[in-house]
């Protein structure tokens, strides 16, 4: 009986055939660029005559220098502590979709001479991601015109700070490129390959075949 079921669970999978998932990506790299700037650009939208979208996720790898402005106008070199500079990275899509994040430097200890003095962070690598609502697929699927999306960063946005005697203030830029990637995954129309019902079919009617001899 045992080798009975199993033989007929392997029947029963062919004729169920059931969906593989498979996934699709597209990406656009901004290279990297001193801040404030924004990069607009589109990526290729799901193609619906693959199959049936089940999941979208936008994710966004950064690579940045984020940097400190010293801004010294009291006409002699002066001595700060705790200067610190964030700068927001923003990438945008179609029904709302956001990701944020923050190029951060400091917090610096030091000397400032007259004029602007820039003090840099370390090098960074950053990945956020979104996931798109199912609601919204529809905004992401077969036009032709693509899903338009775009990558921007505005230092005045940023937040910046430190402690220094009037005449002195701080302020913050930065170096920053990245790579936007855009995934589809979808459950394919075309049925599974023959090469693997053939198999599966195969084995399945070997299991009755030698339960039918032991009979």
Known sequence: MKRILIAMTALAAVAANPAFAATESFSHTTPIQTVPFTD???????????????????????????????LNNTGAAQSFTDATSSVPVTATGPAGVIMSQSLVAGPFNGNAAPGTDPFPGNAANAT???????????????????????????????????????????????NVGGTTTITYTYTPSTPMPEPMNLMILGAGMAGLGFVRRRG
Not at 58 to 69: G, K, Q, R
């Open 40 to 70: 607009n650009f589109t990526l290729t939208a799901f193609d619906t005559s693959l199959g049936t979208l089940t999941g979208i996720e936008i994710t966004l790898t950064t690579n940045s220098t984020a940097i400190v402005d010293v």
């Open 128 to 174: 956020s991601s979104v996931s798109v609502a199912a609601a919204d697929f529809a905004t992401y699927e077969a036009t032709t015109s693509g899903v338009s999306l775009d990558f921007s960063v505005a230092t005045g946005n940023g937040s910046y700070h430190g402690t220094a005697i009037s005449g002195v203030f701080f302020g913050g830029s930065a």
